[in-house]
């Protein structure tokens, strides 16, 4: 007994040490066990059961009301829709365009315009007029919101502009330099208004052996002023002017076939 009361705190010391090492390695073992076994089990094995018991009907329910009955009426053969492939090849110019503008660097928006004559002057002579059909831009704010949006902008507006296009296939703008030029010029302080710094412009024609003007390619850059086009990317721009030439022949998109210069 002597010796029982003489080691007794010590006999207690290493009881209650004992039982705090216990405890304490059966909590890490827990929580071990807990990480590798129990958080898989709830977070993917548990919903994945509970879903395929139960939500599953309910999910193929819905997928079946989503469907629209079978259409049961014949399609006309004169849609101008899908005849001749047409929404197949304005899929393929808005693609064309908006692959243009991640290949440029520093362009902001691409659009194409396309020339009809949509009315009539009083002595009789068409109004040649230009219509915006396509357009791409790297932000949704930057979408043409101004007169050159629609299809009614007269030819005439542009001034000397369309012609130095025409005349030598291309031409580049850059609003600053070019401003003294063409300061009084409507489709120049359109540009300007919308806070465009530089303005690549390709004409588009139609034919192999003779050709037409059919329209115009506008590179627009609106965040920075764009000096100079180098030689990597005239040639990507020469490739999508040449294709999508070929595209816009057949294409019936911004107007009747009736107006079509």
Avoid at 51 to 80: H, L
């Amino acid at each position: 007994m002597k010796a029982l009361r003489k080691h007794y705190n010590a006999v207690i010391a290493i009881v209650f040490g004992g039982a705090y090492v216990v405890s304490k390695y059966a909590i890490e073992s827990w929580n071990l066990s807990k990480e590798i076994l129990l958080t898989p089990l709830v977070t993917f094995l548990i919903p994945k059961i509970w879903n395929k018991c139960f939500n599953r009907k309910i999910y193929d329910k819905v997928d079946q009301c989503a469907q629209p009955e079978p259409e049961k009426r014949k399609k006309v053969s004169d849609d101008k829709v899908t005849s001749n492939g047409q929404l197949e090849k304005q899929a393929d110019i808005q693609g064309r365009i908006e692959r243009l503008l991640g290949e440029i660097d520093g362009a902001d928006r691409v659009i194409i315009h396309k020339f009809h004559n949509g009315g009539r002057f009083f002595s009789g002579q068409s109004t040649q007029k230009m219509a915006l059909v396509y357009q791409a831009s790297r932000y949704k704010y930057y979408r043409v919101d101004n007169e050159l949006n629609g299809g009614e902008f007269n030819l005439e507006k542009t001034g000397s502009i369309l012609k130095k296009v025409v005349d030598k296939r291309y031409l580049h703008l850059t609003m600053k330099e070019d401003k003294k030029k063409y300061e009084f010029t409507p489709y120049f302080q359109l540009l300007e208004e919308d806070g465009v710094e530089a303005n690549h412009l390709r004409i588009l024609r139609s034919g192999r052996d003779t050709y037409r003007n059919i329209g115009l390619l506008s590179i627009h850059f609106i965040k920075r002023k764009k000096r100079v086009i180098n030689q990597k990317e005239i040639m990507l721009i020469d490739k999508a002017v040449r294709d999508i030439q070929l595209l816009l022949v057949d294409d019936l998109k911004g107007y009747p076939h009736k107006n079509i210069i």
